[in-house]
């Protein structure tokens, strides 16, 4: 639920915005940008981080304009008003979500497995499921639990990732890192875009923005210094990782590149020590996605854009009920039925389509939030570049993942069509406009 008003300080918004995004990503895609980047996977990541702080200038400006707890929903909303493209991309955004959690999920089994001598595709299915339901079980019986640990956990795995890397610096063998051990500038981008949703969760910060002290100074430190301090932080694990590691043993254990990363400086205890973080973080992050979902579904419900019974609420929790089984029950079709990378791509593609929009929302309401023009421009440019770069490289990469992601896109815009025109219209008196206002 929300916090008690203006409690939130810079720290405290810093520790959201890194926790979003050092939640289980960087344990899940590393591997993905060392099989495309190569020697060039801290560029691939500096590449996202270049996308993610642009797209943060946008949410930064949006953020002290619009204080809502509806965030990048009421962005869209205030740019675009009640229409189908608004409409289509709440619905998306909570979809995307669903995929993050498969992300969080997938990633949770493959470093869960390393601690059983014998691995299966049962134990695998069996620890994705545990990794949702354990979590969805905490949301309905007591949804603060893990939230309170938030802080804590998040100090936990950036400090374990912070001696991973000094401990590690003196392990790196710089020609693992020279350019001719690069991918090809075209593979160098595309990695970004595969990993970029190691970076979606700076915009969690926005949702904040009601119980903030100083809002208009503190939100755009917030979000410009959890950006670049994760860009830091990714950057320096990539160039101990692809540094330290021969290619050959990270594609070997390529689900679980960062635990194999510690072992050269940390031996033995240093895998243990990543793949428990991995769980620990990969487990928090489900818990707190699956809380961030089921209240995204309320709000966006509150206001008509999907079915009531999403408001319908836990008496125990006050986490909406069917909010949680929701998010559950398609959270696990997801994770045991596509593999982590098409998760990968599919969750990339549907946060870059969503920070396009939120920067093209930025450009339309630029007087009203006074933002720079040029800013925004480039922003707009860089994350439909991004995205077309990602959406190419699948199509002939992996046309299921493109199959999958075309699926979201259609379902979002023909729901929010027959939705918005014929069912909001009866229960809230709308009229329903087709075109973008």
């Given amino acids: 639920m929300k916090q008690n008003k203006k409690s939130l300080g810079l720290i ?29 996977t801290a560029l691939a990541f500096g590449v996202a981080g270049l996308v993610a ?12 304009v619009y204080k809502s707890e509806g965030g990048t929903v009421t962005f869209i909303d205030k740019a675009f008003g009640d229409n189908i493209l608004s409409g289509s991309i709440n619905l998306m955004l909570w979809l995307s979500y669903l995929v993050t959690i498969s992300l969080y999920a997938t990633a949770f089994a493959s470093y869960g497995e390393t601690f059983f001598e014998h691995k299966s595709l049962l134990l695998h299915h069996g620890l ?16 603060s639990f893990v939230g309170k640990s938030e802080t804590v956990i998040v100090v936990i795995k950036v400090t374990l990732l912070i001696v991973v890397i000094v401990v590690g610096a003196s392990y790196v063998n710089p020609h693992r890192l020279s350019p001719q051990n ?9 990695a970004g875009m595969i990993i970029f949703v190691a970076y979606e969760g700076f915009e969690l910060i926005a949702n904040s923005a009601e119980d903030v002290k100083n809002p208009e100074i503190n939100l755009p430190r917030a979000f410009y210094s959890s950006v670049l301090i994760v860009i830091i932080l990714y950057v320096l694990i990539s160039i101990i990782t692809v540094g330290s590691v021969s290619e050959d043993k990270l594609m070997e254990a390529k689900d679980y590149a960062l635990a194999i990363a510690a072992e050269p400086s940390m031996g033995h205890i240093g895998f243990i020590l990543v793949s428990s973080a991995a769980l620990l973080s990969t487990f928090s992050a489900i818990n707190a996605t699956i809380y961030g979902n089921a209240r995204l579904g309320y709000i966006v419900a509150k206001d008509g854009k999907l079915p009531r019974a999403l408001m319908d609420e836990h008496k125990e929790s006050g986490v909406p009920f069917l909010g949680v089984l929701y998010t559950t029950i398609l959270s696990l079709i997801l994770a045991n039925s596509i593999d982590l990378t098409e998760i990968a791509i599919i969750g990339s593609a549907g946060f870059l389509l969503i920070f396009f929009i939120v920067n093209i929302s930025a450009y339309k309401l630029k007087k009203e939030i006074n933002a720079n023009k040029t800013i925004l421009i480039i922003s707009s440019i860089f994350s439909f570049l991004a995205l077309l ?20 896109i259609i379902f979002s815009g023909l729901f929010e069509l027959i939705y918005g025109r014929y069912v909001r219209k009866q229960i809230f008196g709308r009229k329903y406009k087709i075109g973008m206002t």
């Fill in 12 to 40: 405290e918004l810093i520790s959201i915005g890194i926790g979003g995004m050092v939640g289980g990503g960087i344990f899940a895609v590393l591997g993905e940008a060392v099989s495309l980047a190569h020697g060039a």
């Fill in 128 to 143: 994705i499921c545990f990794a949702i339901i354990l979590p969805a079980i905490i949301n309905l019986v007591s949804a």
């Fill in 53 to 64: 702080i642009l797209t943060a200038y946008s949410y930064a400006k949006l953020s002290v």
């Fill in 389 to 408: 770069t990602l959406l190419i490289h699948t199509y002939n990469s992996n046309p299921k993942a493109i199959i999958i992601f075309s699926v979201f």
């Fill in 182 to 190: 690069f991918g090809t500038p075209l593979s160098i981008v595309i």
